[in-house]
């Protein structure tokens, strides 16, 4: 497996998080705050992901 494809995968998982904690937003609004807060994570996670491929990929 490259580095790359490994980041492959991580971004796709990163994308599942996504989806699940948006999914998770409007049925469970008692922890709309921690929701919020790990898909916030997600998001960042994904850049960091995204711009390190993006990077590997210039060479």
Same mark, same amino acid.
């Given at each position: ?8 995968? =991580?971004? /796709?998982?990163?994308? /599942? /998080?996504?989806?699940l904690?948006? /999914? %998770?937003?409007? #049925? ?23 711009d390190? %491929? =993006?990077?590997?990929? #210039?060479?």
């Amino acid at each position: 497996m490259t580095t790359i494809e490994a980041l492959e995968i =991580a971004l /796709s998982k990163e994308e /599942s /998080s996504i989806e699940l904690y948006k /999914s %998770m937003l409007n #049925k469970y609004t008692e922890i709309k705050e921690l929701v919020n807060f790990l898909l916030n994570e997600e998001y960042r996670h994904h850049k960091l992901i995204a711009d390190k %491929m =993006a990077e590997l990929k #210039k060479y």
